[in-house]
Structure formats: structure tokens, C-alpha cells
């Protein structure tokens, strides 16, 4: 299955510096679909091999007719715009307007990550306490790594999940930024009136429960949800601190407190629970 390219804006420093030599004018099957790595509220993923440079990536289409994945999509342009150090998030190589099956597509063109993501990791060794325990405490301070990363240039994620964090060969890396604000634009929070909404419940901070200002709640929400994180890598169960329908999560995050981690060392443990206290 071939994509067709109606017209594409190049947005990373090293593709620009080769459209301004080469120009990329439009093309027929350029990507190569090959499979579907996954579904969002934002879009589609697939892998695809893009022929224009024989590599494979991770192309995020929305349908131009999709108002909300039109502007996420977008928003992961513009985010990835303003990070003077992008190592905290997965790479973008494109982004284009897209014919594909008599449709009109926006898709951007991400790297491509064969490792998958940390909920790809935690199912692999969801049975495996001790490989968890073992392995996940690198993993969870490199992502602890990326998001410090992001704050510092004044972003925060607003989605973090097992599977918006990719698992590249150096360290895990951010993905799906349509949510992210800056703290220092206060119109990027207009732009998507409820990030409550877009956030995902099993790792949403009380106070986006609340339906506070993400910008007044400011790094807490993120932190919070990295605590999660922590928790699912690290319990027995290798399930986030509160689970089940999205009001007993509402209620879990707003007045309860997370089951005790067995079998956890206590540095570990103090770390988790420092980040979801309410």
C-alpha cells in the first residue's frame, strides 16, 4: 500500500538543509506502508519505508477532515519547533499533506524505533518481577532524564503513558506531543481548551481530575504521572497505582492511596511515592 505525497514541509535542520539544495517536489508511493504500530485519539501509526532516502520510519497520519488530529499533528511540529534540545523526544523528519485511498491525509514522519515502546517492554516482561526490577530502574531514570529535559525548556508533556515514551538505543525518549503546553505561551493552552480530556486516566494528576489550569498546576502533572509509571514497572502486578473504569480511577487519584510496592528496595519506593503524593 503506497502513500502519495500532495505537498510536504520539511521542519527538521537536517532535511531542510536538503530541501534547500535538492527541493522535494511531489511524488507517488514515496511511503511504503507496512504495518500498523498503533491507534490514538491523534491518529494512526504505521511503519513505513520511505523510498525518497530507503529508510524505514513511523508515519502518523490524521484525516484532514479531523479538526482535533489536524491540530494535533500539527502541534507536534510546532512543539518540536521550539526545543532548542530535541534528544528528549523521538526524532521528526517531515511533515506532509497526503492522498492516500481517495482521502486527504496530514501525516508527520518520525523515526522509526524497532525497540517499540515501554508498554511494547512492559508486556514482554510483564510475568518477570525481578527482570522489572532489575532493568526498569534504568529505564525509568532515563525517562525521568527526558522529561527533566523538556521541562527545562519550558514544556510540559500532559499524556505521560507507557506508550507515549519510545525506547531508543540511548535512553527512552518522549513521543506524541498534541497535548504538551509551553508554560510561557499561555495561548497554547487555548489552542486545546481540556487537556484533562486528552490526558489518559490511569495517569492523570488530581488536579487535571479537578480540572485545574495545566499551566497553575505547572511540572506536578507530569510528575505524578511518571510516579505512575514508576508504580506499573515496579509492582508485582505490573499494573498502574489505580485501575479499573474511568470514574474508579477519578476516585483512586483524587482520595486514595496506592497499594504499598512489595518486594521493592526502599529507595525505589520513596521516589514513587514522592511523586504521587497529593
Known sequence: MAATIKSE?????????????????SADGRFVL???LGDGGHGRVYRALDTKYARQVALKFAPRGNGHGWRAVRREVDVRRKLHDRSCVVAALGLYEVAWAARQFVAVSLEFVPAGTLRDWLKRHEASHGYRLEKGLQLFAGLCDSVAVFHAQGFLHLDLKPANVLLTASSPVLCDLASSISLRHEKNVKESPSHRVYSTPAYTAPELWRGEDPQRVGARADCYALGCI???IFSRECRPPFSGGADRQRTGHLFETPARLGGVPEHIRRVIQRCLEK
Open 9 to 25: 514541509w520539511v521542519f527538521e535542520a537536517d532535511c531542510r538543509a536538503e530541501a534547500a539544495v535538492h527541493g522535494l517536489s
Open 34 to 36: 507496512q504495518a500498523k
Open 230 to 232: 514508576g508504580y506499573e
